[in-house]
Protein backbone atom coordinates (compact mmCIF):
# COMPACT_ATOMS: atom_id res chain seq x y z
CA UNK A 1 0.00 0.00 0.00
CA UNK A 2 3.11 2.01 0.34
CA UNK A 3 2.28 5.80 -2.07
CA UNK A 4 -0.96 4.71 -2.51
CA UNK A 5 -2.06 7.33 0.09
CA UNK A 6 -1.14 9.94 1.81
CA UNK A 7 -0.33 8.88 5.63
CA UNK A 8 0.98 10.60 8.96
CA UNK A 9 4.14 10.71 7.42
CA UNK A 10 3.19 13.43 4.91
CA UNK A 11 0.51 16.17 6.90
CA UNK A 12 1.73 18.83 8.86
CA UNK A 13 -0.41 18.59 11.85
CA UNK A 14 1.22 21.14 14.45
CA UNK A 15 -1.61 23.34 15.51
CA UNK A 16 -4.17 21.92 13.54
CA UNK A 17 -7.50 20.27 14.03
CA UNK A 18 -6.98 16.75 13.33
CA UNK A 19 -10.27 15.04 12.82
CA UNK A 20 -9.68 11.09 13.33
CA UNK A 21 -12.06 8.27 12.36
CA UNK A 22 -11.35 5.78 14.98
CA UNK A 23 -13.25 2.46 15.84
CA UNK A 24 -14.56 2.74 19.28
CA UNK A 25 -17.30 -0.26 18.95
CA UNK A 26 -15.46 -2.17 21.50
CA UNK A 27 -17.81 -4.57 23.72
CA UNK A 28 -18.64 -3.65 26.51
CA UNK A 29 -20.65 -5.15 29.44
CA UNK A 30 -22.36 -3.22 32.51
CA UNK A 31 -20.64 -0.05 31.30
CA UNK A 32 -16.86 -1.04 31.08
CA UNK A 33 -14.83 -2.40 28.40
CA UNK A 34 -14.21 -6.03 27.97
CA UNK A 35 -11.84 -6.06 25.57
CA UNK A 36 -9.68 -3.42 24.27
CA UNK A 37 -8.09 -4.63 21.71
CA UNK A 38 -9.10 -2.22 19.74
CA UNK A 39 -8.23 0.71 21.63
CA UNK A 40 -4.58 -0.71 21.90
CA UNK A 41 -4.58 -0.28 18.31
CA UNK A 42 -5.55 3.10 17.52
CA UNK A 43 -3.51 4.26 21.02
CA UNK A 44 -0.09 5.03 19.25
CA UNK A 45 -1.65 6.93 16.06
CA UNK A 46 -3.46 8.88 18.68
CA UNK A 47 -0.29 9.84 20.60
CA UNK A 48 1.48 10.32 17.61
CA UNK A 49 -0.70 13.26 16.68
CA UNK A 50 -0.84 14.55 19.89
CA UNK A 51 3.33 14.18 20.30
CA UNK A 52 3.34 16.33 16.68
CA UNK A 53 1.48 19.15 18.15
CA UNK A 54 -1.75 18.62 16.79
CA UNK A 55 -5.42 18.96 17.95
CA UNK A 56 -6.83 15.66 17.90
CA UNK A 57 -10.70 15.26 17.91
CA UNK A 58 -11.91 11.62 17.78
CA UNK A 59 -14.84 10.79 15.97
CA UNK A 60 -16.73 7.03 15.93
CA UNK A 61 -19.62 5.23 16.33
CA UNK A 62 -20.62 2.66 18.65
CA UNK A 63 -23.40 0.23 18.38
CA UNK A 64 -26.39 0.45 15.91
CA UNK A 65 -28.40 3.44 17.91
CA UNK A 66 -32.31 4.82 16.24
CA UNK A 67 -31.33 8.15 16.92
CA UNK A 68 -29.95 9.35 20.38
CA UNK A 69 -29.74 7.17 23.65
CA UNK A 70 -27.57 7.26 26.71
CA UNK A 71 -26.79 3.30 26.04
CA UNK A 72 -24.95 3.71 22.96
CA UNK A 73 -23.20 6.39 24.41
CA UNK A 74 -18.84 6.94 23.76
CA UNK A 75 -18.79 8.40 26.96
CA UNK A 76 -17.74 5.65 29.24
CA UNK A 77 -15.36 4.34 25.86
CA UNK A 78 -13.47 7.78 26.36
CA UNK A 79 -12.84 7.09 29.56
CA UNK A 80 -11.34 3.52 28.71
CA UNK A 81 -9.21 5.25 26.19
CA UNK A 82 -7.97 7.78 28.47
CA UNK A 83 -6.62 5.01 30.56
CA UNK A 84 -4.76 3.25 27.19
CA UNK A 85 -3.39 6.45 26.76
CA UNK A 86 -2.80 7.32 30.14
CA UNK A 87 -3.51 10.56 29.80
CA UNK A 88 -6.84 12.66 30.08
CA UNK A 89 -9.42 12.21 26.77
CA UNK A 90 -11.55 15.07 27.03
CA UNK A 91 -15.43 14.40 25.78
CA UNK A 92 -18.09 16.32 23.77
CA UNK A 93 -21.56 15.57 24.07
CA UNK A 94 -22.34 16.15 20.63
CA UNK A 95 -20.50 15.41 17.67
CA UNK A 96 -21.71 18.64 15.58
CA UNK A 97 -22.88 21.62 16.41
CA UNK A 98 -22.34 24.20 19.17
CA UNK A 99 -21.43 21.91 22.04
CA UNK A 100 -18.81 20.14 19.66
CA UNK A 101 -17.58 23.50 18.28
CA UNK A 102 -17.18 24.75 21.97
CA UNK A 103 -15.13 21.80 22.59
CA UNK A 104 -12.72 22.10 20.05
CA UNK A 105 -12.28 25.84 19.91
CA UNK A 106 -11.16 25.06 23.51
CA UNK A 107 -8.46 22.28 22.73
CA UNK A 108 -5.14 23.55 23.07
CA UNK A 109 -2.05 22.07 20.73
CA UNK A 110 -1.77 18.00 21.72
CA UNK A 111 -5.36 17.85 23.60
CA UNK A 112 -7.59 14.65 22.19
CA UNK A 113 -11.16 15.19 22.43
CA UNK A 114 -13.67 12.30 21.85
CA UNK A 115 -16.66 13.78 20.08
CA UNK A 116 -20.30 11.62 20.90
CA UNK A 117 -21.46 8.91 18.89
CA UNK A 118 -21.79 9.78 15.41
CA UNK A 119 -24.91 7.48 14.35
CA UNK A 120 -26.63 9.81 16.70
CA UNK A 121 -27.91 11.41 13.93
CA UNK A 122 -29.67 8.84 10.93
CA UNK A 123 -27.37 11.62 8.61
CA UNK A 124 -24.07 9.81 9.15
CA UNK A 125 -25.24 6.27 8.10
CA UNK A 126 -26.88 8.37 5.10
CA UNK A 127 -23.43 10.19 4.49
CA UNK A 128 -25.77 12.92 3.77
CA UNK A 129 -23.76 16.07 2.64
CA UNK A 130 -24.94 19.04 4.79
CA UNK A 131 -23.93 16.73 7.90
CA UNK A 132 -20.45 16.48 6.29
CA UNK A 133 -20.53 19.74 6.13
CA UNK A 134 -21.27 20.17 9.69
CA UNK A 135 -18.56 17.88 10.96
CA UNK A 136 -15.99 18.89 8.21
CA UNK A 137 -16.14 22.10 10.02
CA UNK A 138 -14.93 21.13 13.23
CA UNK A 139 -11.43 20.42 11.59
CA UNK A 140 -8.41 21.14 9.34
CA UNK A 141 -7.60 17.75 8.29
CA UNK A 142 -9.05 14.17 8.09
CA UNK A 143 -7.27 11.04 9.28
CA UNK A 144 -9.34 7.49 8.41
CA UNK A 145 -8.08 4.77 10.92
CA UNK A 146 -10.85 3.15 11.66
CA UNK A 147 -9.99 -0.09 9.31
CA UNK A 148 -12.86 -2.07 10.84
CA UNK A 149 -15.27 0.78 9.59
CA UNK A 150 -13.98 1.45 6.62
CA UNK A 151 -16.62 -1.25 4.61
CA UNK A 152 -19.16 1.49 5.65
CA UNK A 153 -19.44 4.59 3.10
CA UNK A 154 -20.82 7.11 5.92
CA UNK A 155 -20.17 10.62 6.12
CA UNK A 156 -17.58 10.32 9.07
CA UNK A 157 -16.12 6.66 7.48
CA UNK A 158 -15.92 7.91 3.46
CA UNK A 159 -17.87 11.77 2.68
CA UNK A 160 -15.12 13.65 4.89
CA UNK A 161 -12.50 12.40 2.81
CA UNK A 162 -14.21 14.51 -0.01
CA UNK A 163 -14.50 17.29 1.93
CA UNK A 164 -10.99 17.78 3.71
CA UNK A 165 -7.10 17.16 2.88
CA UNK A 166 -6.98 13.07 4.13
CA UNK A 167 -4.82 10.72 5.17
CA UNK A 168 -4.54 6.94 5.86
CA UNK A 169 -4.15 6.89 9.91
CA UNK A 170 -1.59 4.31 11.48
CA UNK A 171 -3.76 1.79 12.17
CA UNK A 172 -5.33 1.56 8.93
CA UNK A 173 -1.65 0.89 7.44
CA UNK A 174 -0.84 -1.80 9.63
CA UNK A 175 -4.34 -3.33 9.47
CA UNK A 176 -3.72 -3.18 4.68
CA UNK A 177 -0.69 -3.89 5.58
CA UNK A 178 -0.66 -7.45 7.62
CA UNK A 179 -3.87 -8.58 5.57
CA UNK A 180 -1.70 -8.26 2.70
CA UNK A 181 1.33 -9.92 3.63
CA UNK A 182 -0.74 -13.00 4.73
CA UNK A 183 -4.04 -13.07 2.48
CA UNK A 184 -2.23 -11.60 -0.42
CA UNK A 185 -1.78 -14.66 -1.97
CA UNK A 186 -3.46 -17.38 0.69
CA UNK A 187 -2.13 -21.35 0.49
CA UNK A 188 -5.00 -23.03 -0.48
CA UNK A 189 -6.95 -24.94 0.91
CA UNK A 190 -8.51 -22.05 2.80
CA UNK A 191 -11.59 -22.29 4.98
CA UNK A 192 -13.48 -19.31 6.52
CA UNK A 193 -15.05 -19.47 9.71
CA UNK A 194 -18.44 -17.04 9.75
CA UNK A 195 -20.40 -16.70 12.85
CA UNK A 196 -21.45 -14.28 15.07
CA UNK A 197 -24.85 -12.18 15.41
CA UNK A 198 -24.60 -9.58 12.52
CA UNK A 199 -26.16 -12.27 10.07
CA UNK A 200 -27.94 -9.65 7.93
CA UNK A 201 -25.09 -7.02 6.97
CA UNK A 202 -22.83 -10.20 6.63
CA UNK A 203 -24.76 -12.71 5.04
CA UNK A 204 -24.74 -11.06 1.39
CA UNK A 205 -20.61 -11.18 1.08
CA UNK A 206 -20.82 -14.75 1.71
CA UNK A 207 -22.01 -15.15 -2.06
CA UNK A 208 -18.19 -13.80 -2.94
CA UNK A 209 -16.63 -15.32 -0.03
CA UNK A 210 -17.15 -18.49 -1.74
CA UNK A 211 -15.62 -17.69 -4.55
CA UNK A 212 -12.44 -17.71 -2.44
CA UNK A 213 -12.29 -20.31 -0.39
CA UNK A 214 -12.56 -23.71 -0.33
CA UNK A 215 -15.03 -24.51 2.93
CA UNK A 216 -17.15 -22.33 4.44
CA UNK A 217 -17.28 -23.27 7.89
CA UNK A 218 -20.79 -21.35 9.57
CA UNK A 219 -21.93 -20.80 13.20
CA UNK A 220 -23.46 -18.51 15.56
CA UNK A 221 -26.47 -16.85 14.32
CA UNK A 222 -25.52 -17.06 10.77
CA UNK A 223 -25.62 -21.22 10.98
CA UNK A 224 -28.90 -21.01 12.66
CA UNK A 225 -30.26 -19.22 9.50
CA UNK A 226 -28.92 -21.62 6.83
CA UNK A 227 -30.06 -24.80 8.88
CA UNK A 228 -33.50 -22.86 9.70
CA UNK A 229 -33.57 -22.35 5.35
CA UNK A 230 -33.31 -25.70 5.26
CA UNK A 231 -36.30 -26.52 6.72
CA UNK A 232 -34.78 -27.56 10.09
CA UNK A 233 -37.12 -25.52 12.89
CA UNK A 234 -34.24 -23.74 15.12
CA UNK A 235 -36.96 -22.44 17.39
CA UNK A 236 -36.58 -18.66 19.43
CA UNK A 237 -32.73 -18.77 18.24
CA UNK A 238 -31.19 -16.18 16.81
CA UNK A 239 -32.32 -16.57 12.89
CA UNK A 240 -33.03 -14.34 10.13
CA UNK A 241 -35.87 -16.21 8.65
CA UNK A 242 -36.18 -13.03 5.80
CA UNK A 243 -33.05 -14.45 4.56
CA UNK A 244 -33.38 -18.02 3.94
CA UNK A 245 -33.62 -17.06 -0.05
CA UNK A 246 -30.05 -15.70 0.17
CA UNK A 247 -28.98 -18.66 2.58
CA UNK A 248 -30.70 -21.30 -0.54
CA UNK A 249 -28.96 -19.23 -2.63
CA UNK A 250 -25.08 -19.21 -1.16
CA UNK A 251 -25.50 -23.37 -0.15
CA UNK A 252 -26.36 -23.70 -4.71
CA UNK A 253 -23.69 -21.29 -5.44
CA UNK A 254 -21.10 -23.12 -3.03
CA UNK A 255 -22.16 -26.45 -4.64
CA UNK A 256 -21.57 -25.28 -8.26
CA UNK A 257 -18.22 -23.98 -7.31
CA UNK A 258 -16.86 -26.65 -4.96
CA UNK A 259 -16.99 -25.17 -1.88
CA UNK A 260 -18.03 -27.08 0.94
CA UNK A 261 -20.13 -25.37 3.28
CA UNK A 262 -20.01 -27.03 6.57
CA UNK A 263 -22.67 -26.59 9.21
CA UNK A 264 -23.21 -27.64 12.55
CA UNK A 265 -25.01 -31.08 13.61
CA UNK A 266 -25.63 -30.51 17.01
CA UNK A 267 -25.69 -27.61 19.61
CA UNK A 268 -26.10 -26.60 22.92
CA UNK A 269 -29.25 -25.34 23.93
CA UNK A 270 -31.65 -23.03 26.59
CA UNK A 271 -34.09 -21.54 26.95
CA UNK A 272 -33.00 -18.28 28.24
CA UNK A 273 -29.83 -16.03 27.34
CA UNK A 274 -28.22 -15.94 30.30
CA UNK A 275 -25.36 -17.67 32.89
CA UNK A 276 -26.37 -20.47 34.74
CA UNK A 277 -29.57 -21.06 32.84
CA UNK A 278 -30.29 -24.84 31.83
CA UNK A 279 -28.82 -26.14 29.17
CA UNK A 280 -29.62 -29.32 26.92
CA UNK A 281 -27.09 -30.93 24.33
CA UNK A 282 -29.12 -31.95 21.33
CA UNK A 283 -28.98 -32.56 17.35
CA UNK A 284 -29.28 -29.70 15.45
CA UNK A 285 -32.91 -31.66 14.15
CA UNK A 286 -34.28 -31.63 17.60
CA UNK A 287 -34.53 -27.72 18.68
CA UNK A 288 -37.61 -27.41 20.61
CA UNK A 289 -40.15 -24.52 20.02
CA UNK A 290 -38.96 -22.29 23.08
CA UNK A 291 -35.39 -22.87 22.87
CA UNK A 292 -32.44 -21.20 21.28
CA UNK A 293 -29.39 -23.20 20.42
CA UNK A 294 -26.57 -20.95 21.60
CA UNK A 295 -23.73 -23.08 20.60
CA UNK A 296 -22.30 -25.00 18.69
CA UNK A 297 -22.08 -28.80 20.08
CA UNK A 298 -19.37 -31.32 20.93
CA UNK A 299 -19.57 -33.75 17.44
CA UNK A 300 -19.52 -30.21 15.12
CA UNK A 301 -16.48 -28.66 16.67
CA UNK A 302 -14.96 -31.88 16.60
CA UNK A 303 -16.00 -32.18 12.82
CA UNK A 304 -14.80 -28.53 12.31
CA UNK A 305 -11.26 -29.46 13.90
CA UNK A 306 -11.21 -32.36 11.17
CA UNK A 307 -11.68 -29.79 8.86
CA UNK A 308 -9.36 -27.29 9.73
CA UNK A 309 -6.72 -29.84 9.70
CA UNK A 310 -6.57 -30.68 6.21
CA UNK A 311 -6.48 -26.24 5.08
CA UNK A 312 -3.43 -24.65 4.90
CA UNK A 313 -5.13 -21.16 5.35
CA UNK A 314 -7.95 -20.20 7.88
CA UNK A 315 -9.83 -16.69 7.93
CA UNK A 316 -12.41 -16.77 11.09
CA UNK A 317 -15.11 -13.90 11.79
CA UNK A 318 -17.89 -13.91 14.20
CA UNK A 319 -17.85 -16.83 17.25
CA UNK A 320 -19.50 -20.12 17.28
CA UNK A 321 -21.69 -19.58 20.40
CA UNK A 322 -23.09 -16.40 22.73
CA UNK A 323 -19.08 -16.91 24.27
CA UNK A 324 -19.97 -13.71 26.60
CA UNK A 325 -22.03 -16.67 28.91
CA UNK A 326 -20.68 -19.59 30.09
CA UNK A 327 -20.65 -22.56 28.61
CA UNK A 328 -21.62 -20.98 25.10
CA UNK A 329 -17.95 -20.40 24.92
CA UNK A 330 -17.06 -24.09 24.64
CA UNK A 331 -17.65 -24.37 20.71
CA UNK A 332 -15.30 -20.99 20.32
CA UNK A 333 -13.09 -22.17 22.57
CA UNK A 334 -12.23 -25.66 21.18
CA UNK A 335 -11.73 -24.53 17.58
CA UNK A 336 -9.69 -21.52 19.09
CA UNK A 337 -7.40 -24.14 21.00
CA UNK A 338 -6.87 -26.60 17.79
CA UNK A 339 -6.49 -23.37 15.13
CA UNK A 340 -3.66 -21.81 17.68
CA UNK A 341 -2.27 -25.33 17.79
CA UNK A 342 -1.94 -25.80 14.23
CA UNK A 343 -0.79 -22.60 13.84
CA UNK A 344 2.04 -23.08 15.69
CA UNK A 345 3.02 -25.91 14.27
CA UNK A 346 3.35 -24.25 10.91
CA UNK A 347 0.43 -26.57 9.27
CA UNK A 348 -2.04 -22.98 8.97
CA UNK A 349 -2.26 -19.26 8.63
CA UNK A 350 -4.60 -18.03 10.80
CA UNK A 351 -6.55 -14.51 10.34
CA UNK A 352 -8.57 -13.76 12.48
CA UNK A 353 -10.74 -10.75 13.50
CA UNK A 354 -13.73 -8.42 14.54
CA UNK A 355 -14.90 -6.87 17.46
CA UNK A 356 -16.03 -10.11 19.30
CA UNK A 357 -14.01 -12.60 17.58
CA UNK A 358 -11.01 -10.58 18.92
CA UNK A 359 -12.60 -10.80 22.45
CA UNK A 360 -13.63 -14.11 22.21
CA UNK A 361 -10.22 -15.37 21.16
CA UNK A 362 -8.46 -13.88 24.25
CA UNK A 363 -11.16 -15.16 26.22
CA UNK A 364 -9.69 -18.38 24.99
CA UNK A 365 -6.23 -16.96 25.30
CA UNK A 366 -4.59 -17.79 21.84
CA UNK A 367 -4.63 -14.50 20.31
CA UNK A 368 -1.20 -14.37 20.57
CA UNK A 369 -0.54 -17.66 18.86
CA UNK A 370 -2.76 -17.04 15.90
CA UNK A 371 -0.74 -15.33 12.39
CA UNK A 372 -2.69 -12.27 12.11
CA UNK A 373 -5.07 -10.84 14.36
CA UNK A 374 -7.37 -7.77 12.59
CA UNK A 375 -9.45 -5.44 14.19
CA UNK A 376 -11.70 -5.70 11.76
CA UNK A 377 -14.59 -8.08 11.06
CA UNK A 378 -17.37 -7.31 8.41
CA UNK A 379 -14.49 -4.82 7.28
CA UNK A 380 -11.96 -8.32 6.59
CA UNK A 381 -14.44 -10.38 5.12
CA UNK A 382 -15.15 -7.67 2.28
CA UNK A 383 -11.29 -7.23 2.18
CA UNK A 384 -11.05 -11.05 1.51
CA UNK A 385 -14.10 -11.25 -1.08
CA UNK A 386 -11.94 -8.47 -2.94
CA UNK A 387 -14.23 -5.60 -2.90
CA UNK A 388 -13.45 -1.98 -2.79
CA UNK A 389 -13.86 -0.82 0.94
CA UNK A 390 -15.24 2.80 0.71
CA UNK A 391 -13.28 4.09 3.14
CA UNK A 392 -10.07 3.01 2.02
CA UNK A 393 -10.98 3.81 -1.44
CA UNK A 394 -11.45 7.58 -0.24
CA UNK A 395 -8.13 7.80 0.64
CA UNK A 396 -6.13 7.45 -2.55
CA UNK A 397 -4.35 9.93 -3.85
N1 LIG B 1 -26.00 -18.83 18.49
C1 LIG B 1 -25.96 -17.55 18.88
N2 LIG B 1 -27.08 -16.93 19.35
C2 LIG B 1 -27.04 -15.65 19.75
N3 LIG B 1 -25.94 -14.87 19.70
C3 LIG B 1 -24.82 -15.42 19.23
C4 LIG B 1 -24.77 -16.78 18.80
N4 LIG B 1 -23.51 -17.04 18.38
C5 LIG B 1 -22.82 -15.90 18.55
N5 LIG B 1 -23.58 -14.93 19.05
C6 LIG B 1 -23.19 -13.54 19.40
O1 LIG B 1 -22.53 -12.97 18.30
C7 LIG B 1 -21.85 -11.81 18.77
C8 LIG B 1 -20.68 -11.49 17.88
O2 LIG B 1 -21.11 -11.35 16.55
P1 LIG B 1 -20.49 -10.29 15.53
O3 LIG B 1 -20.76 -8.91 16.02
O4 LIG B 1 -21.05 -10.65 14.19
O5 LIG B 1 -18.93 -10.61 15.61
P2 LIG B 1 -17.67 -9.64 15.40
O6 LIG B 1 -17.87 -8.44 16.32
O7 LIG B 1 -16.50 -10.45 15.78
O8 LIG B 1 -17.70 -9.24 13.96
C9 LIG B 1 -21.46 -12.14 20.19
O9 LIG B 1 -21.92 -11.10 21.02
C10 LIG B 1 -22.17 -13.48 20.51
O10 LIG B 1 -22.82 -13.50 21.76
O1 LIG C 1 -17.64 -3.69 15.06
C1 LIG C 1 -17.59 -3.50 13.84
O2 LIG C 1 -17.60 -4.50 12.94
P1 LIG C 1 -17.45 -6.09 13.26
O3 LIG C 1 -18.57 -6.49 14.18
O4 LIG C 1 -17.60 -6.69 11.90
O5 LIG C 1 -16.11 -6.31 13.86
C2 LIG C 1 -17.44 -2.14 13.24
O6 LIG C 1 -17.38 -1.15 14.24
C3 LIG C 1 -18.57 -1.85 12.26
O7 LIG C 1 -19.81 -1.79 12.93
P2 LIG C 1 -21.17 -1.97 12.10
O8 LIG C 1 -21.21 -3.40 11.58
O9 LIG C 1 -22.28 -1.67 13.06
O10 LIG C 1 -21.12 -0.97 10.95
Redesign the pocket.
Known amino acids: MAGKFRTLDDADVKGKRVLIRV?L?VPMENGKVTDATRLDRIAPGIAELSGKGAKVILLA?F??PKGRDDKNSLKPVAAALGEVLRREVKFADDCIGETAEKAVGALKDGDVLCLENTRFYTEEEKNDPAFVEKLAKLGDLYVND?F??A??A?ASTEGLAHKLPAYAGRTMQAELEALDAALGQPQRPVAAIVG?A?VS??LDLLGNLIEKVDALIIGGGMANTFLAAQGINVGKSLCEHDLADTAREIIAKAKAKGCEIVLPVDGVMAKEFKAETPTRASSVKEIEADEMMLDIGALSGADVISHLSKMKTLVW?GPFGAFEIQPFDTGTVMVAHAAAELTKSGKLVTVA?????VAALNHAHVADDFTYIS???????EWMEGKPLPGVEALRK
Not at 353 to 357: H, K, R
Not at 375 to 381: K, S, V, Y
Open positions: DNHGRASAHRHGKTKNGGGDTTAGGAFL
